[in-house]
């Protein structure tokens, strides 16, 4: 839930921080210089016989032994003070009081390190300058990051779906608390409960979707990332049983900590207020991993795209010299969780090919609810190309760079397919879907749909950016053999 951004957000801060502390330098290191001339009264001639240039660079190296003690700056945030804590930085009261903390110690030890060493004046200028500067800067930081955060979470694929078990009252207390925190990026989707009379029935706004049995169907038919108990253990007797249904789908499995007896240990522990949870997560989050991950996917989709420049010309035009109709193709997919978004691909079918669909239903020649036929009659002759060739796919390099899709991971699938999922299988919809996954290059249309949701799910649960890396060159491979391409 939070714990997972906010490992994730605090390498951005932190980075930003890093910055600002540079920039600090390049600040301070000059204005104290000019603070102590104009305190000398030899302000007039400084300015009048000396070059900016070397009156910057003659006290950056002056003051070039502040540089390493600043950087410690962020390292003592992170041990006394919470400053990096999403729920910590939302008011600027907040934000003065977590870092006035770490610039209150960062003073201290920048004075025993300096002030004591002549000259003085140039010392405790400089300590004043750096602390000063580096603190505004860190505060705006925070400010910008807080702007930018509100934004997000106004965004529903940005936002934890949290769905509560119960509708007691310390399931009800849980829901208010995160609704009244619109700051933090946690949406309540609604109850399940043990009173049948209850479903349909709205409690404090939020829907009451079921009862508890019915978790399996909500968690396939609604967006959830995280499962909350919230009663007690009489109340919610099958607790292991809906723990291990959030593992069979990817889910996060989270309970309130007073629900627990004794001692009890959990991968995270989260705090709102009052409320104490405890989280299970059944895929690995690796904020630092996934912000590599997504770093690169923007870095390799902007260049791909920049690069691949001539075929965004010519492929559109090939495209609708063959057949009448849009040289794009956009469709609904699910993404991570069960969030919408349209997929693009080049079109290799004739204009009305989903109309047609219905009519060809009896030569689907895939198990399972995926439909593929190897020799459709609806795809082009420019069509086939595109898809021996694999350069139908290509489009998704926009989805990976707006960041709906990855470059590696699931395939997104279609709605329909979705519905006659499994729970078992669902858990491929636990993390950003891909261009390419391990079925891609494991022979694609060749192999069964129970194989192919096997194969993302070993993914998921192996995944590392080294993994990734190999399935890319292996894709390159696959692509140029043409190998399960239809």
Not at 49 to 72: A, G, N, R, V
Not at 278 to 292: D, E, I, S, W
Not at 321 to 326: E, I, K, L
Request: net charge positive; aromatic share 12%.
């Amino acid at each position: 839930m939070i714990k997972e951004e906010e490992r994730y957000y605090s390498y951005v801060i932190l980075t930003f921080d890093y910055i600002s502390i540079l920039l600090a330098y390049v600040i301070a290191a000059p204005l104290s210089g000019y603070v102590v001339a104009l305190v000398r009264q030899d302000i007039l001639p400084w300015f009048s016989t000396t070059p900016l240039k070397e009156i910057l660079l003659f006290h950056w190296s002056q003051y070039s032994d502040f540089l390493l003690p600043m950087l410690l700056f962020p390292l003592v945030a992170l041990k006394f003070s919470e400053s990096y804590r999403l729920t910590k930085i939302y008011t600027l009261r907040e934000i003065l009081k977590e870092t006035a903390i770490l610039f209150l110690i960062s003073s201290a030890l920048l004075s025993v390190f300096f002030v004591f060493n002549a000259p003085y004046l140039e010392k405790l200028t400089m300590i004043v300058m750096a602390v000063f500067v580096t603190w505004v800067l860190f505060v705006c930081n925070r400010l910008i990051f807080t702007a930018y955060l509100k934004m997000l979470s106004r965004d529903p694929d940005i936002l934890n779906h949290l769905l509560i078990i119960g509708t007691g009252r310390r399931a009800v207390q849980t829901a208010m608390t995160f609704s009244s925190h619109r700051e933090w990026p946690i949406s309540v989707v609604g109850f399940l409960t043990n009173v049948p009379e209850e479903v349909g029935k709205t409690i404090e706004g939020l829907p009451v979707l079921g009862v508890i049995d019915d978790l399996p169907k909500v968690m396939t038919t609604t967006v959830v990332d995280s499962v909350l108990v919230s009663e007690t253990v009489r109340e919610v007797a099958a607790m292991r049983q809906i723990a291990a249904l959030c593992s069979l789908a990817g889910v996060d499995f989270t309970m309130n900590s007073s629900l627990m007896t004794g001692k009890a240990s959990a991968p995270f522990v989260e705090r709102y207020d009052q409320t104490t949870l405890l989280v299970y997560k059944f895929v690995n989050p690796a904020p630092f991993k996934l912000l590599v991950k997504r770093l690169l996917d923007l870095a390799s989709s902007a260049a791909l795209i920049i690069f691949l420049l001539p075929l965004w010309l010519i492929i559109p035009v090939m495209i609708r010299m063959d057949s009448p109709g849009p040289a794009l193709f956009a469709q609904e997919r699910v993404g991570k969780n069960g969030r919408r978004f349209k997929m693009f691909k080049f079109r290799s079918m004739v204009q009305d090919a989903e109309r047609l669909k219905a009519s060809l239903a009896q030569l689907n020649e895939m198990d399972g609810p995926v439909f593929k036929i190897k020799a459709d009659p609806r795809i082009t002759k420019m069509g086939r190309f595109v898809r021996k060739t694999s350069i139908d796919e290509l489009p998704q390099l926009f989805n990976v760079f707006v960041g709906d899709m990855s470059l590696v991971g699931p395939r997104p699938p279609v709605p329909s397919e979705v519905v006659q999922y499994g729970l078992w299988q669902k858990k491929r919809l636990s993390v950003k879907p891909g261009i390419t996954c391990l079925w891609q290059i494991s022979g694609r249309n060749e192999i069964k749909f129970n194989e192919w949701m096997r194969l993302d799910r070993q993914y998921i649960d192996n995944w590392s950016l080294i993994l990734d890396l190999k399935i890319l060159f292996k894709t390159a491979f696959a692509v140029f053999s043409r190998k399960g391409a239809e």
